[in-house]
């Protein structure tokens, strides 16, 4: 499936022309997410290349988010194109944060002078429901910019239940 997210019309981004994003199934339990970021990149603040690991707070700088629902809650993956990475479990609507019992993601990042791409793979309980996309975009004066399948009224909020836009198909067998 391919989507467009759309800036919060309180934090606009002139560099930033389109940011897509392409979800596949990528086996029992995880799913392919592909993000596109196009404009002019050297109006972003874009994070260095590191070491593959888990770190908190990669929301404050340029990162790429996907929310999972469940019955019990739902998760929430950081991805950053420095291929650093966070994810938490919550039990409801910004309640009982944990890091979430997940592995790493396998993240792939290709920079171009006009395009962005972070591919990667992510784990989802096999109950999973929907599906919401977002991505946090740091220009080089600091800006921040917020964008996502859908806002809700007010400020920018990737937790509220209107922006799990995508109903995710039951698992085979169920």
Same mark, same amino acid.
């Given at each position: 499936?391919?989507?467009?997210? !759309?800036?919060?019309?309180?934090?606009?981004?002139? $560099?930033?022309?389109? =940011? !897509?994003?392409? !979800?596949?199934?990528?086996?029992?339990?995880?799913? &392919?997410?592909?993000?596109?970021?196009?404009?002019?990149?050297?109006?972003?603040? =874009?994070?260095?290349?590191?070491?593959?690991?888990?770190?908190?707070?990669?929301?404050?700088? !340029?990162?790429?988010? @996907?929310?999972?629902?469940?019955?019990?809650?739902?998760?929430?993956?950081?991805?950053?194109?420095? +291929?650093?990475? $966070? &994810?938490? +479990?919550?039990?409801?609507?910004? &309640?009982?944060?944990?890091? @979430?019992?997940?592995?790493?993601?396998?993240?792939?990042?290709?920079?171009?002078?006009? @395009?962005?791409?972070?591919?990667?793979? =992510?784990?989802?309980?096999?109950? @999973?429901?929907?599906?919401?996309? $977002?991505?946090? =975009?740091?220009?080089?004066?600091?800006?921040?910019?917020?964008?996502?399948?859908?806002?809700?009224?007010?400020?920018?909020?990737?937790?509220? +239940?209107?922006?799990?836009?995508?109903?995710?198909?039951?698992?085979?067998?169920?």
């Amino acid at each position: 499936m391919r989507c467009e997210l !759309t800036p919060h019309p309180d934090f606009p981004c002139a $560099a930033v022309d389109a =940011i !897509t994003v392409e !979800t596949t199934p990528a086996g029992r339990g995880a799913l &392919a997410v592909r993000y596109m970021v196009r404009g002019d990149l050297s109006e972003l603040a =874009i994070p260095a290349p590191a070491a593959p690991a888990r770190v908190d707070e990669l929301w404050r700088h !340029t990162c790429l988010e @996907a929310f999972v629902s469940h019955p019990a809650g739902y998760l929430e993956w950081n991805l950053s194109p420095s +291929a650093r990475w $966070a &994810a938490y +479990a919550f039990d409801g609507y910004r &309640a009982g944060m944990r890091p @979430a019992d997940a592995g790493p993601p396998r993240i792939q990042v290709l920079r171009r002078p006009q @395009a962005l791409e972070l591919s990667a793979v =992510i784990e989802v309980p096999g109950e @999973a429901e929907r599906l919401g996309l $977002a991505a946090v =975009i740091e220009e080089s004066g600091g800006r921040l910019s917020y964008w996502a399948l859908r806002h809700p009224s007010g400020r920018p909020d990737f937790h509220h +239940a209107d922006g799990f836009a995508i109903e995710l198909p039951a698992p085979s067998g169920a």
